[in-house]
Structure formats: structure tokens, C-alpha cells
């Protein structure tokens, strides 16, 4: 990621987000704020993503990975979870459209300074409040630890919590992502969904380009992929970081 500027990829998850609820009817999962807080410039080419067949794939992945961590979330809400931690937020929405608010349900959005900069701006641009449930948790995930960001935030490590941690463990090293694992195996009774891409050789042939397409792009906008995980190795390492029994989904890019 480049200094001082919002993520690109973040801008990439949320183009698909409102191309599938145009184009496909939000048929996956629903998310009525996708296009509005978009900045001018990726609007201004969704038509044009919308047409590529190949991107196909990856819209109807971005939309799955959303509605299956929101379902997981729900389950975990019935179960008495108060609060919800997306971890590299970019312009994910539902902070916006929170349906546990008046159960006291907290959001807090966990993301590069730059990219909540910037996120706060579309809000605003899209003529929209930011709600008492949303807290925005600063942090550079190579630099700091999510115990200072989210501590100073507000959150409470002694209770349970729901993490979404969607389209970011690619682009962590292979440190960060277990010193993140490690704290939320320390916050009681927590679950975390997650995705992750697999060691490129690992691809079926017939897709191996698209991926290498997509991890070419991300390069190219100066957010590369720098951790790649056999299942077999990430179940070993989620394991050996929990000092608990920790709840975790898991999809392969």
C-alpha cells in the first residue's frame, strides 16, 4: 500500500459490491450503500468492469465472502455478541446498514489511517451520518499491534467478538497475520472469518491466470500479495497461535 493514499483494492471489493447489486439484483448479499459511497472515478468505470466476463468470477467470490461472514456474524449476534470488528474495513458498509444497533451492537472498523480518511469522506460526500454504533480503530497492521488500536478504540478484550477479516491476509506478512491471530485467540469465545489465496501452483490451470491477473493488478497498484497459505499449513498455524479454542472460517481466493 502506498503512504498517505486509500487503498486501491478496497476500491476494487466495493466496485464488485455494487456491480452485483445492479447487475445481478444483490442476489448474493444485499448492500444498498455499495454504490453510493464509491468515489467518482471507480463509479465512472463500473459499467465498463461490469462487461468483462472474465471479472465475472471474482464479483459473484465478493459478494459470496460478504454474505457468508454477515450470516456468521448473525449467528454469533443470537448467541449474545456485542461486538464486531471488521479488520481492514476499506469501504465495507455494514457499519452503515448495522440491523443489531439497538441491541448494542458496536462496530469497529480496524483499517490504514489513510483508507478511514477517506472512507469518512465518501460518507459524507454520499450525504450520509456516521452512526453512534461505527468506531473508526487506526492502525498499520506491520507496525502496530491490534491491542493498542483497538484498546484505544474502546473495545473490551475481555468479552466475545465477531471478526470479519475479508481481502487483506494476502497482502499482510506472514508475522502480521499470526500476531493478529494470536490476539483475537486471547478475546473470549471470538470467531473469525476470513480469506485467504492459496500458493499460485495450487490453482487449477484453467483459473491460474485470472489469479495471477488479479495478484499482477494488485502489484501494479502497489498492494502485492505477500502471503500465500496450502490449507494444510494454515490450519497448522491458526492452531498454534490459539492459546484457545478459536472459531475460524476460512474461503481460498
Not at 459490491?17 to 454504490?35: C, E
Request: proline content about 6%; hydrophobic content about 45%; some cysteine.
Amino acid at each position: 500500500m502506498r503512504d498517505e493514499q486509500p487503498s486501491q483494492t478496497a476500491r476494487g471489493a466495493a466496485a464488485y459490491r455494487a456491480i452485483h447489486q445492479n447487475l445481478d439484483g444483490g442476489a448474493i448479499f444485499k448492500d444498498p450503500f455499495a454504490s453510493r459511497i464509491l468515489d467518482e472515478e471507480t463509479a465512472a468505470a463500473l459499467d465498463e468492469i461490469a462487461v468483462n466476463d472474465s471479472l465475472r468470477p471474482w464479483r459473484l467470490f465478493i459478494a459470496a465472502r460478504s454474505r457468508f461472514s454477515e450470516d456468521a456474524m448473525a449467528d454469533c449476534i443470537v448467541r449474545g455478541v456485542r461486538q464486531v470488528v471488521v479488520l481492514g474495513a476499506g469501504l465495507d458498509t455494514f457499519s452503515l446498514r448495522n440491523p443489531y444497533a439497538d441491541l448494542g451492537v458496536r462496530t469497529f472498523e480496524v483499517d490504514y489511517p489513510a483508507t478511514q480518511k477517506w472512507k469518512r469522506e465518501r460518507i459524507r460526500a454520499a450525504g450520509l451520518a456516521e452512526p453512534p454504533s461505527l468506531v473508526f480503530a487506526p492502525i498499520d497492521f506491520e507496525r502496530e499491534g491490534l491491542t493498542e488500536a483497538l484498546t484505544r478504540a474502546g473495545f473490551k478484550q475481555d468479552r466475545s467478538a465477531f471478526f470479519q477479516w475479508l481481502g487483506v491476509v494476502p497482502y499482510l506478512t506472514k508475522e502480521a497475520i499470526c500476531s493478529t491471530l494470536s490476539f483475537i485467540s486471547m478475546v473470549p469465545q471470538a470467531v473469525v472469518v476470513f480469506d485467504y489465496a492459496e500458493p499460485l501452483q495450487n490453482y487449477p490451470a484453467e483459473r491460474r491466470s485470472s489469479v495471477i491477473a488479479v495478484a499482477e493488478r494488485a502489484a501494479a497498484r502497489g498492494e502485492p500479495w505477500l502471503s500465500l497459505f496450502d490449507p494444510a499449513e494454515l490450519h497448522e498455524l491458526s492452531a498454534a497461535r490459539a492459546s484457545k479454542p478459536l472459531k475460524i472460517w476460512v474461503a481460498p481466493k
